[in-house]
């Protein structure tokens, strides 16, 4: 079951104590012949721990991300395949487990219909390319992101929007953290607005419908004003690009890095 992420193994006889079950003996495999993606559990927990022909595992989160990560493991009910090795649990008599010589199908797939969730927003202004960091609670095909639908907020769901489109996804394989390189158009406008991403409180994200999907094409659903988690400000101190000086009418153009305060400036 992918929505609630359990596996459940029915014995031909009650084991001894399902705690018992090595669960690191346990693979699931994309089908019976080669090539073949696997992947072995690294852990869980018993649903029901007493003895007991029917076995149910709650998969740990990194354990089923694995696996929703593959676009080939686990995404309909004729590519997942489930194998023991020998000697994973014992019967009520003691007997160990014949392991299984050719992986069995599953009769029961609940394929993962769970939208992903936003978890995390991160925004790096102390370096360029200016970084955005999205944490979902799934994998997510970084294939089918779009950069056009993802706004940033002056303030809680007020002010003025300025879209991630233009720039570049770094992350380039199914991941729960997507990293973004934003444009330098996105850069400037952010440093250009008084009051705009200048502390969390000023910095928040709103995705829309469908912005992105995890590796069973769900959709996310819109997100609003979702506030930066971690935040690292601006320090890297503009600079003088270039400048002009014109003799006869005595002005002095001068071009910066990027946008300043102009009240600020001191002509001296």
Same mark, same amino acid.
């Given at each position: 079951?992918? @929505?609630?992420?359990?596996? &459940?193994?029915?014995?031909?006889?009650?084991?001894?104590?399902?705690?018992?079950?090595?669960?690191?003996?346990?693979?699931?495999?994309?089908?019976?012949?080669?090539?073949?993606? @696997?992947?072995?559990?690294?852990?869980?927990?018993?649903?029901?721990?007493?003895?007991g022909s029917v076995v149910s595992i709650q998969l740990t989160t990194a354990d089923l991300n694995s696996i929703k990560a !593959?676009?080939?493991? $686990?995404?309909?009910?004729?590519?997942?395949?489930?194998?023991?090795?020998?000697?994973?649990?014992?019967?009520?008599?003691?007997?160990?487990?014949?392991? &299984?010589? @050719?992986?069995?199908?599953?009769?029961?797939?609940?394929?993962?219909?769970?939208?992903?969730?936003?978890?995390?927003?991160?925004?790096?202004?102390? #370096?360029?390319?200016?970084?955005?960091?999205?944490?979902?609670?799934?994998?997510?095909?970084?294939?089918?992101?779009?950069?056009?639908?993802?706004?940033l907020y002056i303030g809680n769901g007020t002010g003025g929007l300025i879209p991630l489109s233009g720039g570049s996804i770094a992350t380039l394989s199914p991941s729960t953290v997507i990293t973004i390189n934003?444009?330098?158009?996105?850069?400037?406008?952010?440093?250009?607005?008084?009051?705009?991403?200048?502390?969390? @409180?000023?910095?928040?994200?709103?995705?829309?419908?469908?912005?992105?999907?995890?590796? $069973? !094409?769900?959709?996310?659903?819109?997100?609003?004003?979702?506030?930066? &988690?971690?935040?690292? $400000?601006?320090?890297?101190?503009?600079?003088? $690009?270039?400048?002009?000086?014109?003799?006869?009418?005595?002005?002095?153009?001068? &071009?910066?890095?990027?946008?300043?305060?102009?009240?600020?400036? #001191?002509?001296?």
């Amino acid at each position: 079951d992918m @929505n609630q992420s359990v596996l &459940t193994l029915t014995f031909s006889e009650a084991v001894q104590g399902k705690t018992a079950l090595n669960l690191a003996a346990i693979t699931l495999q994309s089908s019976i012949f080669s090539p073949v993606v @696997n992947y072995s559990l690294t852990g869980g927990a018993f649903v029901d721990p007493g003895p007991g022909s029917v076995v149910s595992i709650q998969l740990t989160t990194a354990d089923l991300n694995s696996i929703k990560a !593959s676009r080939y493991l $686990a995404v309909s009910k004729s590519t997942v395949f489930v194998s023991i090795l020998q000697n994973a649990t014992y019967d009520m008599s003691g007997n160990l487990l014949v392991g &299984t010589q @050719n992986a069995s199908s599953v009769d029961i797939f609940v394929p993962d219909t769970t939208p992903p969730k936003l978890t995390g927003f991160q925004l790096t202004l102390i #370096q360029e390319p200016l970084q955005v960091v999205l944490t979902f609670d799934e994998p997510i095909d970084v294939t089918i992101t779009s950069l056009a639908l993802a706004l940033l907020y002056i303030g809680n769901g007020t002010g003025g929007l300025i879209p991630l489109s233009g720039g570049s996804i770094a992350t380039l394989s199914p991941s729960t953290v997507i990293t973004i390189n934003a444009s330098q158009t996105v850069l400037s406008m952010i440093r250009a607005t008084p009051g705009f991403a200048r502390s969390p @409180n000023s910095t928040f994200i709103s995705l829309g419908a469908n912005a992105t999907r995890d590796m $069973a !094409s769900n959709g996310i659903a819109p997100v609003s004003s979702f506030q930066v &988690t971690t935040y690292a $400000a601006d320090l890297i101190p503009p600079t003088v $690009a270039n400048f002009t000086l014109d003799l006869n009418v005595g002005t002095v153009i001068l &071009t910066f890095s990027e946008p300043l305060q102009a009240a600020t400036f #001191q002509a001296k």
